[in-house]
């Protein structure tokens, strides 16, 4: 995986939501931050990053970047997951895409803790 990878779980019944890589694997590979994206008319809606038709090819109407559900795995669960067809991988997103998305992380109040202070630490967002 690298920054700015974008994928589906396999079985969209748990999860139909793309998932974007916005952590330097290569940088730290134990500690993977991954967000993932959700239709803007969600009732825990975040509008720190919206993004619209033309952003990814998966966005085909007004989407918002859900901070709060960031998670964080390792490259080597990550890639296993792939292996293993549990993890579809898509187009992944632009470098504007990516920034949006990191601009929005600065901002977002539902970012948690642990994965704001891993892209700190990778210099993707201010202190």
Wanted: hydrophobic share 35%.
């Amino acid at each position: 995986m690298e920054i700015g990878d974008a994928f589906l779980l396999e079985d969209s019944k748990i999860d139909p939501h793309l998932w974007v890589v916005i952590s330097d694997p290569g940088k730290d590979d134990e500690q993977v931050v991954i967000v993932n994206l959700t239709s803007h008319d969600s009732p825990e809606k975040d509008d720190s990053c919206i993004l619209d038709p033309g952003d990814h090819p998966w966005v085909r109407h007004k989407t918002s970047v859900r901070y709060r559900d960031a998670r964080v795995a390792s490259e080597r669960d990550l890639d296993k997951l792939v292996k293993k067809r549990k993890l579809k991988p898509q187009n992944p997103v632009s470098n504007e895409t990516l920034g949006k998305i990191l601009a929005g992380a600065q901002m977002s109040p539902h970012f948690p803790l642990r994965p704001r202070r891993i892209l700190q630490d990778q210099d993707l967002l201010e202190r």
